[in-house]
């Protein structure tokens, strides 16, 4: 095996998390994340959202994030709409329904959902023989590793504000899509968007945790009885904390997400090179080149990699995907492959 | 502030196991708990436990295991016998009851649970207008720092094979139960006792993290489905596995409980010999001495700690909770104030 | 057997509601409880209530009753505080905690909740690792057949008002506890005190149905669309309605309680002169007399009722239960028997 | 208004089954379903299916009985299988979910799901990030009117075998299904393809109610638990069982669907003369023709019925629905009109 594309989570954290984990090793703190370093990585995070008055809170995974804050804000018969590619609607084995909720999805576009599927959804449904839809749900960058445009997220709020809908979105690679080069928006972008998201540590160089950020004050109030409820609300808040407090220090969080990025563009434009379509546009560090099945196999002896679907008869969608820790000798490695 | 004795999680991490999450850093491993460490850990596991068939899985917190846990045993219409002192019953927020399941709670004696109130609720439930009790969850050490003796959990246990219910151990801290001068139970023992529990690292010197062992083969099916559905499965599972293969080779784990013992040992004799009583006899790192409210009140000046319950008009239960990182100085400090 | 002292349902339906059902059989009306007599029936229940505001539904049993209704007021993380004698706590087979809620249970007084264990209960619970109490249940009449006084309920209130609680009545058998001889309260008094309750159909001479009662505007809205959800909204609400619709005409309602009411004080002033003491004071149609294990068997021969719970060596509790379809005669048979 | 095609549950109940209620008023009997009409209602249904050994319970409304089966039959990883404009999917409120369990949705084929569908779910779920697809979920007649074959019973009840899943039959309106023009099963064969089922009483003569059949031993224990808890089991349980007692007496049951289905034959027979199409071929007492939005307009102002859906710009799906009770005067004024 030369490099494992599998995830962005095969590594451990960056070195300067782990060096702050030990420094701050010996010292007493608060439990239940109300140490100083949850306290202080919540500052950061609210300065670089440019949003004061945000809540943000610490956990451990991204199922987690998403299963909380739904369960959390939503009422019994409300539903979340996703588009049908959407983690929680396929890759969280019924985490959001076992918590009580339907998803109602639509077929997306290359990941994303449009206003049209969520305006679609909302007229849908109108009486109490249905669900009432009031969560979008949309993750950012996409599963299939595209990125939203910011008049994209405009048209999405809007279409959300008019028919009283919430905006969550599910941001594991948060800081890839706000490094991709065709983004157009900022952190600070996204909580204006959004009533609620996470910002992605596991899948961007932290050890562990994701940290959920909620603007809107409707939906703040007793959120840490939901997280204790759902085993979310960790003893050693603090390993989580350090962890952000150091990514969100000198802009580390934005460096990883960049290298990444820069990797899987690299790895993109020497496969488009050699003659090979993706089944979505590569825009981060998730990409989905279209292989032939051969080559395919004889790729496996090497790398690592999952087979995302099959396309035709006699090709597959791979997906590749980079990391902060990605070097570009695999890069190079897998290219001469190909 | 000299010393906080609020609680076993206030430090971070034994430094052996910072050390081998730094050494293991650049390793690029698989995800969801299947790695070469998790699996190691799990094997050292079933070595210590003396059962090489017993099921490992590592997850994040104490309150995720046991919702985990016992949502996946039971069947809706099933419920949890506990004592009142329990964890599940009084600390997690309705956890259990989130997941659908009434616990059946009954007084306890000095934190423990007895088979006579088993068999009693076993008893009292009949018919389908009912719940059908069917687990009893016991905490060792209890919430009260007691430990159960062997004979204690062989008649719990023969109570529950007669009346088909499992047995599930809150093991936070089994290790210090395990380590405690009145103990005669071994982590062997343990397995053979319980259909299921969790080794706790978080309060026993771990960054974070707990070990669910499931020994019952009937309830050991799909558990990794219920893992993820409840956010439980860490996409880097080895931040638990690689901490868990350290505490279990060469007996950090025992050394550590048995450090955090000593110095409540001290502590409790140390307030004993000053004249003071316990709301329960002192057996491990969590200790409750009966205090009078004008001495907690200058206590508190330079110690933390919580304020378990009121005991009379004039006097108070606190908690004073060692660790494996408790220092001698702290105790001999706290004995002088007293 | 000469007769069935085992519950208030063993008949069918007061023959006016037969007749209704017949008359009213081959209109073609709305479904789903839109229909002209589940209005007239709401528009009695509010005149009776003195209480134009009030929203009434129509469903088709007690527990249902309780779970829907919790189950749509509460928050996950909120609780219910009851007697550990309540229906739900008890006879419910884990209703509620499947909808996701928590019972705080108290010990309670002949079947009754006290407004002090209320307030021990929200001072109990202080953070965000326990539950938060929000409704109160209590059962008027209550499980063992005692009737709340108005002062009693006006402490009940005034304590939930104080702390923020709602307070919810499970009337099963709200008629007899109007109609009791020691009731100072009328239906108008319940729907000042109560945010929500039921008045329950099934033990008081209906077929089948209780009436929903929500008077605290703060949850009414969206409660068809748990009744939906929970499988509680009939297609033929008419069948409740219609019933309903009798029951509130010229007091039927008011007479079938007191007849069930006075059919068991006869039984219970022939059960105290005969020397026997009570479990609780007799108070309306449920009394639970304590006999002697042997006369018990000899009474099996001939009636039909519950033993409750043993008593002592020699002696059970024996629950007898009257009707608005109780005959003097079978009382009359039943005291010659003792 | 001259007639209502709204539903077919506009009428109360067929003049037999309020007989039978009359008849057997002032009889005391057994609560909980356990009186001797249920089990001679029981009987007959078993002696209907040719299954001896089948469970039968009886509850109140369909919502119910789907919630209640499913949520007792699955784990919490478990999922539904259900074509697209399942009734489960659509128009329950989220029911299923609320319950925990996900449903994954196929297009459908004029409302039926296909065998292919089927394997192609199964296929799709592989590891524990995914449900396990374990309960297939079909309507018979489906929510478009269509009824399927046997071929297509055996086909899917194959697929499920294969698959080790469950068939579960909403029979809503079951006997309209068997008594179909197109039908070549029986209620025997329904028995043998499917592992539970309910029979529909509401819409089909009833005035409530609904029997519930478990034919697959493996998910008929502790049934009656599930049932309390759910709040499905009614205390005068007699009242549904004496409902059954009358429809499956000298075939009543089918008898009222054969009457239905042919009122609806009429009606269709008439609007295809009338040059009109339809969404799907009418097979069963629920028709869904294609009129301009003009004439419905025109219609609205003397007969009941919903839009199904828009279907053009100009023309829109009609849903007309006749029951045991609609008289052939009502389908000529209809037809009159168009």
Not at 75 to 97: D, F, L, M, N, R
Not at 163 to 171: C, H, S
Not at 210 to 230: H, S
Not at 254 to 277: D, Q, R, T, V
């Amino acid at each position: 095996m030369i490099y494992n594309f599998k995830s962005d989570y095969s590594e451990g954290a960056h070195p300067d998390i782990i060096k702050a984990l030990s420094n701050t090793n010996t010292e007493q703190l608060e439990g239940y994340g109300e140490d100083k370093y949850c306290l202080a990585a919540a500052d950061k995070i609210r300065k670089e959202l440019d949003s004061p008055g945000v809540d943000v809170h610490f956990v451990s995974g991204g199922t987690q994030a998403n299963l909380l804050c739904i369960s959390s804000f939503l009422k019994p018969y409300e539903s979340v709409i996703a588009a049908q590619t959407a983690h929680i609607e396929v890759h969280e084995a019924g985490a959001i329904e076992f918590t009580g909720h339907k998803i109602n999805k639509y077929p997306g576009l290359i990941g994303k959902l449009t206003p049209e599927q969520i305006q679609f959804c909302v007229d849908f449904h109108y009486d109490e023989h249905m669900v009432v839809p009031r969560l979008v749900f949309i993750s950012n960058t996409t599963e299939l590793g595209t990125v939203y445009r910011k008049k994209e997220l405009e048209a999405i709020y809007e279409v959300c504000k008019k028919n009283n809908l919430l905006l969550y979105i599910d941001g594991a690679r948060l800081g890839q899509a706000m490094k991709s080069y065709v983004s157009d928006v900022s952190l600070a972008d996204i909580a204006k968007f959004a009533d609620a998201f996470y910002i992605g540590g596991t899948k961007n160089g932290a050890l562990i945790g994701e940290a959920v950020v909620i603007t809107n004050p409707d939906i703040k109030p007793y959120f840490r009885y939901n997280m204790k409820q759902k085993g979310a609300l960790l003893a050693k808040g603090r390993v989580v904390g350090i962890q952000f407090n150091e990514l969100f220090r000198n802009g580390l969080y934005y460096k990883l997400a960049e290298h990444a990025n820069n990797m899987a563009m690299n790895l993109a434009n020497g496969i488009e090179s050699a003659g090979y379509k993706f089944l979505a546009p590569p825009e981060s560090n998730q990409i989905f080149p279209i292989f032939p099945n051969k080559l395919i196999e004889n790729l496996s002896e090497n790398f690592g990699f999952y087979i995302w679907s099959k396309h035709s008869k006699k090709t597959s969608v791979a997906r590749l995907v980079c990391s902060w820790a990605t070097k570009e000798d695999a890069i190079k490695a897998f290219l001469k492959s190909i």
